[in-house]
C-alpha cells in the first residue's frame, strides 16, 4: 500500500475532498439531509433497546447506511492517494 507512504498527501485529498462527501452525504440522506438526525440516533442506540422498542431494523438500516458512507469516504481517499502515488509522486 503505497498510500500510508505519502500521509501529507493522503491529508492534503482528504481534506481537499470535503466536496465529495457533501456529495455522498447528499445521495445517503436527501439533499437537506433530512434523515441525517435520525441515523445518528440510532448510531448511539444500543441494538438491544431497538428490538425491545419494535425499532431494530431502522436501526440496522441506519447503522449500515452510516457505515458503508464512512467506507466510502475513506475508500475514496485511498484510491485517489494511491493513484498520485503511483503514477505522479
Known amino acids: 500500500m503505497q ?22 452525504a447528499k445521495v445517503f440522506w ?19 433497546y431497538s428490538l425491545l422498542k419494535g425499532r431494530f431494523w431502522n436501526d440496522w438500516d441506519a447503522t449500515m447506511k452510516f457505515n458503508i458512507f464512512i467506507f466510502l469516504c475513506f475508500g475514496w481517499v485511498a484510491a485517489v492517494t494511491q493513484l498520485l502515488a503511483r503514477y505522479v509522486v
Not at 436527501?30 to 438491544?48: A, V
Request: glycine fraction near 4%; avoid cysteine.
Open 3 to 24: 498510500f500510508f507512504d505519502h500521509p501529507k498527501i493522503l491529508l492534503l485529498i482528504g481534506i481537499l475532498s470535503i466536496p465529495v462527501y457533501v456529495t455522498l
Open 30 to 48: 436527501g439533499e437537506k439531509f433530512e434523515s441525517l438526525e435520525e441515523t445518528i440516533r440510532f448510531l448511539f442506540t444500543p441494538d438491544f
